[in-house]
């Protein structure tokens, strides 16, 4: 590995890393002359309570994403890969192993300044970092100064920095996404995306189909964010029609692709995170996962508790045996929502005007028919909606 001379290194939760973070961190590169900065976002901070600290991997990914354009700057997974509390003279020793011959710079807010002497063997941080801040406010320089002289006479080196102060702060970015606010101006655009597509910090349960909106576009392309519209518009009249939940057609509709353009191993991620289990035929068909996945994300993650909508998503590309009017909406809704225009279209929307299980009979055959002819496996949930829909419609004895 290449040995660098001076690097900057600045830990905290980053819960979310915003622009004062990562203006610190050029402002430090820069002023410093530092060969490297290094972030490390916290395993679990012994510094905070930690309720509100999301998982790691996704501060983790949100520090990647707002640092990628920030010159000699890398964010590091050492405090996470050890896990449990992160204290500051571990990791100093760990990045002192890697690179014996460099000067370390500990960057660290204001507050952790003046603290120091609670943290773990202080004396020992002191020996192995320069000591770094920048002051909150005009008020901080002159007590700063005093203990940086303090410090120095117990042997550490220190540097205060007087940049421009900034009132961004991880716990206002939080509270801004909570209530919906706008908080694109603090947050790289990238992390900003990163927390719609991944639904951090808002709460849990709330139908809210503006945010629903946003969480769609970080999620899918337009093309996919037009036809989920669509379906639920369909999915809607549908449900009306036949007599369902309409506002929950809407919601199904919403959300039955949200995890369709997820890479398929993320999508795996997120079905057994959500404890759902797969029969065969779905444990070796991909393509069948982002139904899966979509009612798990709906369910877990954005925190939608109802079984039928998650049964709607769930179920939307396979069907099964035994499903709801709702269900029945989204599925063919899926077949017949505005933009589609396959052969057939036209005679599946005449279908579903006459009857949900003769629309649902049209679909299934031909996308059955067509796995058959590719000789690709058919889940057995498909199956068993053909044969109960067939017997149902009188069909399944004719020869
Ligand atoms: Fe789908
Ligand atoms: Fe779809």
């Not at 994300?297 to 049964?311: C, L, P, T, Y």
């Not at 059955?368 to 496996?377: C, H, Q, T, W, Y």
Request: aromatic letters at 8%; hydrophobic letters at 40%; charged letters at 30%.
């Amino acid at each position: 590995m290449k040995q660098s001379k001076k690097i900057g290194i600045f830990g905290g939760s980053f819960n979310p890393i915003h622009n004062a973070h990562t203006n610190l961190a050029a402002a430090f590169i820069k002023k410093l002359k530092l060969d490297k900065l290094l972030i490390i976002p916290t395993a679990d901070s012994p510094h905070k309570e930690t309720g509100s600290v999301i998982d790691s991997e996704h501060r983790l990914n949100m520090c990647r994403l707002a640092c990628e354009s920030i010159k000699k700057c890398e964010v590091s997974d050492i405090e996470i890969l050890r896990g449990g509390k992160s204290y500051t003279v571990d990791t100093l020793t760990e990045i002192k192993a890697i690179y014996p011959d460099s000067e370390l710079y500990l960057i660290m807010g204001a507050d952790m300044f003046m603290s120091l002497d609670s943290w773990r063997e202080p004396e020992k941080i002191m020996s192995m970092a320069v000591l770094c801040t920048v002051p909150r406010n005009d008020d901080d320089l002159g007590v700063l100064r005093s203990k940086e002289e303090e410090y120095k006479s117990r042997g550490a080196n220190a540097v205060i920095l007087d940049l421009k102060k900034s009132d961004i702060s991880s716990t206002m970015i939080r509270q801004l996404i909570s209530d919906d606010g706008v908080f694109s101006n603090y947050v790289d655009a990238k992390v900003e995306k990163y927390i719609y597509a991944n639904y951090l910090y808002m709460n849990k349960g709330t139908v809210n189909y503006d945010r629903f909106d946003k969480v769609l576009k970080a999620r899918m392309g337009e093309k996919r964010y037009i036809h989920s519209i669509n379906v639920a518009v369909e999915a809607q009249r549908l449900a009306k029609k036949y007599g369902a939940d309409v506002e929950k057609a809407k919601l199904a509709g919403v959300l039955h692709d949200i995890t369709k353009e997820t890479p398929s191993q993320e999508q795996y991620n997120i079905i057994n995170k959500c404890g759902i289990k797969l029969n065969f035929v779905e444990s070796s068909s991909p393509k069948l996962w982002h139904a899966i996945a979509g009612a798990g994300f709906a369910r877990d993650i954005i925190g939608i508790d109802d079984e039928d909508v998650f049964n709607a998503i769930r179920y939307h590309t396979s069907g099964r045996a035994n499903m709801s009017v709702l269900e029945k909406c989204v599925f063919i809704a899926d077949f017949t929502g505005a933009e589609r225009d396959y052969d057939g279209v036209n005679e599946m929307r005449a279908l579903a005007e006459k009857s949900l299980e003769e629309a649902m009979a049209f679909g299934l055959s031909f996308s059955l028919s067509d796995l058959a002819k590719r000789r690709l496996a058919i889940d057995p949930n498909s199956v068993a909606c053909y044969n109960e829909i067939v017997l149902l419609l009188g069909k399944g004895s004719k020869k």
